[in-house]
């Protein structure tokens, strides 16, 4: 299980939830997978019973239907809204049932999902804690059912229950412990020392010999390993395709001094080879190892050290909190040196992409920041999402932003054409850069013409200060446009607080709009509720004829993407189709 797995349980295990669903189906469904993620939830079988539960009890999620007998989802998240405006609602809906957008805004629902719901990207990991589970029940119905039983039967029992663990917890391939037997080792345990063991080009194996050869060398070096903890000093696991776990909580382990132990170690594996019959010859086994002895998240720590040693092709790494910020670290350095010759050499530009109507006529352009960097006497555009964090965390972003806008600005002046830059929060807090930004727009006398968008999914913490300073901006002329849209589970209700003038749909969805009916209901529902609210609505990422015409069949306003143009320094270059 990777860290944001473990991180996401620990966050949810001790959340309370209160599920409404009178369909029994999808309540078993959907239950199923709550209990992954929450220890406690009740449930309700209607709005009435739900009301009624959340009256006597304190929730921290409410997750609903909203067709339901006696009060429906909306009436009763309503009535929830009023006993506690701060209650997290989620209504799940299925895909006929986007006219309910407009409700759930005004009641102030916190999201809304599809049915059935899904947890994607988890699915994987989700497998094993989902047999886990499991068998943990069978387990306790073997157990409850058989407590009366005859006492010729405890032994079967005991059988069974050891037979479930030993799956549960144990590597069919190698014998030795899994990911889950480590993980409930050192839950349990304080760490003394853990060595993560990663056999170098792994998969050269497999991809040269055939998987047969790979299992050869797993299950040999497994053998390997056993014989070097021949005093069974350690506990031993293999945590993934070819990572293998040394663990001790004994503090005997390091009576010699960790050198001495590591040195023992690197020295044994040195003598490492493996006899392949698919060659008729014993290959030689290379490692790198990364080592943690620290009490907290050893494994992780130690997952850290071991990829800080591939990068600087060492062997062995011992986790340092240096190590944790390191990787990071030296990419702001690069960066930050690359950015700082970019502004020297003038080599920050604003490149522009064409917006278009229905009729694929363009009605404006948005700007976009490009490094320019060479290569062979080649120019290469760099996209700020692999720079602008780094500008942040080193303090040239402000200057990033004042070179955008007035290259901007000084290009469009001589245009009659609508044009649009992207703007963080940030730099609606700064009263500098505000001050900055309303002078430039009176300087090139763009207001009319300009277009800010902001990010969707960034936070605002404070509303009042950020309408201010919009409405400020709005006497200019300008309009506001939401980007990203539909990015994370919004807060409509909060987002519609700063009315923007357009909102424009995440490209996520408009890529998958052709496969995912999901993708395709909740673009709609966006495009329905948006025309009622008087909000332009503009799709990103169009690649294809076939997305721009199931697009314009749901009345979306404006597209923009590869199938119309691609952003560039020169305006002319770009063409109405």
Same mark, same amino acid.
């Given at each position: ?69 006696? =009060?429906?989802? &909306?009436?009763?998240? $309503?009535? %929830?809204? /009023?006993?506690?405006? !701060?209650?997290?609602?989620?209504? @799940? ?79 069919? =391939?190698?014998? &030795?412990?899994?990911? $889950?037997? %480590?993980? /409930?080792?050192?839950? !349990?345990?304080?760490?003394?020392? @853990? ?383």
């Amino acid at each position: 299980m990777n860290s944001s797995i473990q991180q996401c349980l620990v966050y949810s295990k001790e959340l309370k939830v209160l599920y409404v669903e009178d369909n029994a189906d999808a309540r078993m469904f959907t239950l199923e997978m709550l209990k992954r993620f929450f220890n406690h939830i009740t449930v309700a079988k209607d709005g009435e019973e739900g009301l009624e539960c959340f009256k006597k009890d304190t929730f921290d999620v409410v997750l609903t239907d909203i067709h339901m007998p006696k =009060l429906n989802g &909306l009436k009763m998240a $309503e009535k %929830m809204k /009023r006993i506690s405006n !701060s209650i997290i609602i989620l209504v @799940l809906s299925a895909h006929n049932e986007s006219e309910f957008f407009i409700s759930s805004i005004k009641i102030g629902i916190d999201g809304y999902l599809l049915k059935p719901l899904e947890i994607h990207q988890f699915v994987d990991v989700m497998k094993k804690a989902i047999e886990k589970i499991y068998l943990q029940n069978e387990i306790k119905n073997y157990q409850a059912e058989l407590e009366s039983a005859n006492r010729t039967l405890e032994k079967k029992v005991k059988e069974r229950t050891s037979e479930l663990e030993y799956r549960l917890y144990h590597d069919h =391939l190698t014998d &030795l412990g899994n990911h $889950e037997a %480590m993980v /409930r080792e050192i839950s !349990s345990t304080r760490c003394n020392i @853990l060595f993560l063991i990663d056999i170098d080009g792994f998969q050269k194996f497999n991809d040269i010999y055939g998987l047969h050869a790979g299992n050869t060398i797993l299950k040999k070096f497994a053998v390997f390993l056993n014989a070097f903890n021949n005093g069974k000093k350690y506990s031993m696991f293999r945590v993934y395709g070819d990572g293998f776990v040394l663990y001790s909580a004994e503090n005997n382990v390091l009576q010699t001094s960790f050198e001495e132990e590591k040195q023992r170690l690197l020295t044994y594996l040195e003598s490492v080879k493996i006899y392949l019959t698919e060659i008729d010859e014993a290959v030689d086994i290379d490692v790198t190892i990364g080592v943690c002895i620290e009490k907290e998240n050893p494994f992780i720590k130690a997952d850290m050290a071991l990829k800080y040693a591939k990068k600087q092709n060492k062997r062995l790494i011992l986790y340092t909190e240096e190590i944790d910020s390191a990787k990071q670290f030296l990419e702001d350095m690069y960066w930050k040196a690359e950015i700082k010759t970019a502004i020297q050499n003038d080599n920050i530009i604003p490149v522009f992409q064409a917006i278009v109507d229905k009729n694929a006529k363009i009605v404006k352009y948005e700007t976009l920041m490009r490094l320019v960097q060479y290569e062979n006497s080649n120019e290469k555009y760099i996209s700020p999402v692999l720079f602008l964090e780094a500008a942040v965390k080193t303090q040239q972003y402000d200057k990033l932003t004042r070179i955008i806008v007035k290259k901007c600005f000084e290009k469009m002046k001589d245009y009659s054409i609508d044009f649009s830059i992207n703007l963080s929060l940030e730099d609606f807090s700064d009263s500098a850069r505000v001050q900055f930004l309303h002078d430039e727009i009176l300087r090139y006398k763009v207001g009319k013409r300009l277009i800010m968008e902001i990010l969707e999914s960034e936070v605002i913490k404070d509303y009042e200060v950020v309408i201010g300073v919009l409405e400020g901006f709005r006497k200019l002329g300008v309009r506001i446009a939401i980007d990203d849209f539909g990015s994370g589970f919004s807060n409509f209700e909060h987002i519609l607080k700063l009315n923007p003038d357009y909102i424009k749909i995440d490209g996520s969805l408009i890529k998958n709009i052709l496969e995912d009916e999901k993708s395709f209901t909740l673009v709609r529902a966006i495009s329905e509720f948006s025309k009622e609210l008087g909000i332009k609505v503009i799709a990103e990422f169009v690649s294809s004829k076939e997305i721009f015409e199931t697009l314009s069949a749901i009345s979306i306003d404006q597209y923009q993407g590869y199938y119309f143009s691609i952003p560039s320094k020169d305006l002319a270059t770009q063409r109405n189709n």
